[in-house]
């Protein structure tokens, strides 16, 4: 086991995430960066199996186009961590900002606490890539908005009873992929083209292996959160704006 | 893009400006290097009940004397200098910044019960329309805008703001899209009291600015943030709206989450978006109000830009990022996120 430690005290992202990649071609197995404030892109584009340690504050658009390494953030993320995110894992040991796990094709990202608005905006799928996203707080309104595929865990743990959600446009224009809320939703929340119902046990098992693994993370018991009665949201249909733009 | 930071001290206690100078510098990827600027509540405080009338001249031969000539007129000028600057970066004095501390003659507004404000408002907004080669972009009571084309750090450097003490800052960094960058461009906007500094766009600025050109305040900035310091002005001097309310007007809820409201949330809603709807602004922004004795930040009503309030004793920040808080208080207690549309406030209380 290598370890290499960055210390990132007012260093602009270039030079920074230069040292990253070296270690990674110098085939480093981890990366501890010390003093993050507000670095961009951090691990952007990396492929490989390389873990990395955040410790601060990273900037917007950590772990984008990012191929395989695992990010473990110690602290708040800023914007769109995840974005467009193909393998690997981001870890994110507080809250993160808008445009969570935006356009994300692969991997999974766990938020230990809330996250902004837009959370999954344009998630995908395609054969075995199927991007998942857990949030152990809650989420703001557009939560999964044109959502195209992949799995969105929503547990609002903050809440022993969750109150029904109440964020608007929620899953607004999906046409693939589910959501999953641990307690009720109010009706209007939903957005056009999206659908709710209690999630069934069988439905159940789908989350479970995520659930377990945001678990061992941030400190959980599964069984307490996965014994909790959930709201499965899913398309009405996989074109939900067919009739709007063309006529057949 | 574009950066945004503020910070109120509520028990009044200064800070100068090098800890928002490393705040917004933090933030450099958002702006462009083609405007920057800062805003300081207190940094007068010898001439404490005068009017600051901070003035870009091209030169200082026919539109300063204009411009003095017309202060005579109105009031008198207890003390003028140029305001000090220190070409040490990239930033050449394009515009020469000079300042004057005024007292209107209230004597010669007798139809307004704000003779004083009116004056100076008044006068603004003739020497913006009227008088090439001079604009006024700072005009309160014991507060000062430093801003030009430049870097937030180059700014902060051109201008030293490290030696100005002030209660309240807000500070910000442009990255110009829809208009050019230049010196009047660069944020704060200010008028009197309100300064205000804005990431994003104001897509109804055509129908805000026949509103607010209504009622004799004239937009000549060439963008769209210029409007919502005359709205303020508007809303929270002239119609006495408090913070809270002002922000709703400009940044109302949909109707269908009025009709999820109680009664008398409803009513009161209903009201401000039926008498206001021309001042409600639409499009993508976030923004920071301040005046004498309030910080007042808020985004739009679906959240296109970011808004993050830091926490820490009598100190409120509001900010783009929390890495921008983080750098001016590494202590920070408490970092949030407020809703869309939420007014967030921090008002002095001594």
Partial sequence: MSVVEIDAKGMHYTPLNKLIRQAVADGVDEIVLKNVMGQRFIGDGLTGNVKITVEGVPGGDLGMFMKGPTVIVKGNADHAPGNTMDEGLIVIHGSSGDATAHSMRGGRVYVRDDIGYRGGIHMKQYMEKRPVLVIGGNARAFLGEFMAGGLIVLLRLGEKEPKPFAEMSLASGIHGGAIYIRGPVEKWTLGIGASAREATTEDLSVIEPFVKEFSEHFGYNPADILSSSFTRIAPVSARPFASKYIWE | ?350
Avoid at chain 2, 158 to 170: A, K, Q, T
Avoid at chain 2, 207 to 228: K, L, W
């Fill in chain 2, 1 to 350: 893009m574009c950066g945004i930071i503020g910070v109120i001290d509520k028990t009044r206690e200064t800070m100068d400006g090098s800890a928002i100078r490393e705040a917004l510098a933090i933030m450099d990827e958002r702006g462009n290097g083609e405007g920057a600027g800062y805003a300081a509540y207190g940094v007068y405080p010898d001439y404490a009940d005068l009017y600051a009338i901070h003035v870009f001249y091209d030169n200082i031969v026919e539109p300063k004397e204009k411009v003095e000539e017309l202060l005579e007129t109105w009031g008198m000028v207890e003390h003028d200098e140029e305001i000090p600057t220190h070409e040490t970066g990239r930033i050449k004095k394009v515009h020469i910044p000079w300042r004057y501390f005024f007292r209107p003659n209230r004597k010669l507004m007798p139809q307004s019960d704000t003779p004083e404000d009116d004056i100076v408002t008044q006068l603004v907004m003739h020497v913006n329309t009227k008088i090439p080669g001079a604009l006024v972009f700072s005009s309160g009571k014991n507060i000062g805008v430093f801003k030009a084309s430049g870097w937030p750090e180059e700014v902060a450097d051109f201008y030293r703001v490290e030696d100005y003490e002030g209660y309240l800052w807000i500070a910000h960094n442009r990255y110009p899209t829809n208009t050019a960058g230049w010196w009047g461009g660069a944020h704060p906007f200010n008028l009197l009291n309100w300064s205000v500094v804005h990431n994003g766009e104001i897509t109804s600025y055509g129908t805000n600015r026949r509103y607010i050109e209504s009622f004799g305040y004239i937009c000549r900035m060439y963008t769209d943030t210029e409007v919502v310091a005359y709205l303020m002005d508007l809303l929270a001097r002239k119609h006495r709206l408090s913070p809270e309310h002002a922000v709703r007007a400009l940044a109302p809820p949909f109707w269908e989450e009025i009709e999820r409201m109680e009664p008398s949330e409803q009513e009161l809603n209903t009201a401000i978006r039926l008498t206001y709807g021309q001042a409600m602004m639409n499009g993508p922004f976030a923004i920071a109000v301040a005046s004498h004795d309030s910080l007042v930040g808020f985004s739009d009503r679906i959240k296109l830009r970011p808004l993050v309030i830091g926490e820490h004793d009598q100190r409120l920040y509001v900010s783009s990022e929390e890495a921008a808080i983080r750098t001016m208080d590494p202590d920070v207690k408490k970092i949030s996120m407020p809703r869309a549309g939420q007014p967030i406030v921090g008002r002095v209380v001594a």
